[in-house]
C-alpha cells in the first residue's frame, strides 16, 4: 500500500491524514503481521513513542487497527480494512508462534460465528491458535 492508499484508508475512518499517522499506517502495512508497540517503537526511531500511542489510541477509536491479544507481552495491532463501523468484515483467525513468539495473520480462515445466549453482548473476539510457525518447526 503506497502513501495515497493510506491517506484513503485514514479518509475512510474518518481520521485525518498526518505524516505521523501514515507512517504508522504504513507500517502495520507492510509489517506483514500484527506489531506490538515496542515492534512499533523500533521501527518508527524517528517518531516518539507518545506519538505512536496516540496515533493507536485514535486507529482503536476510529476502527481502523485490530488489537489482538495473544497472550504474549501485550497486544498487538494490525489495520483494518473494513470500513462499516457496524459490522468488521475483515476478522480472522490469528496463529501464535510459541517459539520467536510472532503473531501472524491467517486471513483466509474467517472467525467462526460465536453465538452468545443469557443477555450476553459481544464487543470483540480473538481467536488465537498457538503452536509452532513454519520457520521454527524444524
Not at 17 to 40: W, Y
Not at 91 to 97: I, K
Not at 110 to 120: A, D, E, H, R, T
Amino acid at each position: 500500500m503506497d502513501d495515497t492508499s493510506q491517506v484513503v484508508l485514514l479518509s475512510q475512518h474518518d481520521i485525518k491524514p498526518t505524516a505521523n499517522r501514515i507512517l504508522v499506517a504504513r507500517t502495520l502495512d507492510t509489517a506483514g503481521r500484527p506489531l506490538s508497540m515496542s515492534e512499533l517503537e523500533s521501527k518508527l526511531k524517528t517518531v516518539d513513542k507518545s506519538v505512536i500511542s496516540r496515533t493507536l489510541a485514535l486507529f482503536r477509536e476510529h476502527h481502523m487497527v485490530h488489537v489482538i491479544e495473544d497472550g504474549s507481552d501485550g497486544v498487538r495491532y494490525e489495520l483494518c480494512r473494513s470500513h462499516d463501523q457496524d459490522h468488521d468484515d475483515d476478522m480472522h483467525v490469528h496463529f501464535y508462534c510459541e517459539r520467536c513468539h510472532r503473531t501472524y495473520c491467517l486471513d483466509g480462515i474467517k472467525i467462526p460465528p460465536v453465538q452468545l445466549s443469557g443477555g450476553f453482548i459481544m464487543n470483540s473476539v480473538n481467536y488465537i491458535v498457538k503452536g509452532l510457525c513454519p520457520h521454527c518447526k524444524g
